[in-house]
Every structure is written in structure tokens, then in C-alpha cells.
């Protein structure tokens, strides 16, 4: 089975930065998207960005300008480069990607653990 396995998150004052990392577990055939979610409580889970096999991406409007989404496909990776950061981003955020695996293949919508960012005033 295909596993997330996200880190880079922590505690950081406003204004600050974190990166954020994202990696399949196993040996994949591809993964066609790959992006980050956040999901505060009491609020609907939000979609922060993603990135496509083919490079294009899309930014959620709270985050436009200060987060930079990008893979390494030769590792299976991506990185949310966070920078600006603002106490309302503290929250859980989590991977998600699109993976084609196994015999025969197919394609798996997969979820990392999540990985705490905290953001303080």
C-alpha cells in the first residue's frame, strides 16, 4: 500500500516561513497530482494547492503570492514553500495524491497523516 509520509511542520511566529515536504513510500509507477489541504476546525476542509504530472498549478486565493507548490518527480516529492505565514494558517495540513501502483496498474487516492502547522501572533 502507498503511503504519504509528510514533515516540515512546526512552530513559527507571524511573518515567518516553513517547507513543507510530502513523499510516496513505495516504488510507484506515477502519480498524476499531487497537492495540500488544510483542514481547520469547525471549518470545511480547504484545498491549498496543487501541482499536476505536467507542472501546472493552482493556489487557493488566501495563499497566492506567499506559498510555492513544487515536485521532484525523479524522488516522488513535493514541497509547500510557505512563506508570510499568518496566524489564521495555523492548522493541520495534509498531502494528497493521485498515485497509479501496482499489477495491474491502478490509481490510488491517497492521504498523508497530516503535520501540524502553528503560526503565533
Known amino acids: 500500500q502507498v503511503q504519504l509520509v509528510e514533515s516540515g511542520g512546526g512552530l513559527v511566529q507571524s511573518g515567518g516561513s516553513l517547507r513543507l515536504s510530502c513523499a510516496a513510500s513505495?516504488?510507484?509507477?506515477?502519480?498524476?497530482?499531487m497537492g495540500w489541504y488544510r483542514h481547520a476546525p469547525g471549518k470545511q476542509r480547504e484545498l491549498v494547492a496543487v501541482?499536476?504530472?505536467?507542472?501546472?498549478?493552482n493556489y487557493a486565493d488566501s495563499v497566492k503570492g506567499r506559498f510555492t507548490i513544487s515536485r521532484d518527480n525523479a524522488k516522488n516529492t513535493i514541497y509547500l514553500q510557505m512563506n508570510s505565514l499568518k496566524p489564521e494558517g495555523t492548522t493541520v495540513y495534509y498531502c494528497n495524491a493521485a498515485v497509479v501502483a501496482g499489477a495491474p496498474l491502478k490509481e490510488y487516492d491517497c492521504w498523508g497523516q497530516g503535520t501540524q502547522v502553528t503560526v503565533s501572533a
Open positions: 513505495k516504488s510507484i509507477f506515477s502519480i498524476n497530482i
Open positions: 501541482i499536476r504530472s505536467v507542472g501546472s498549478k
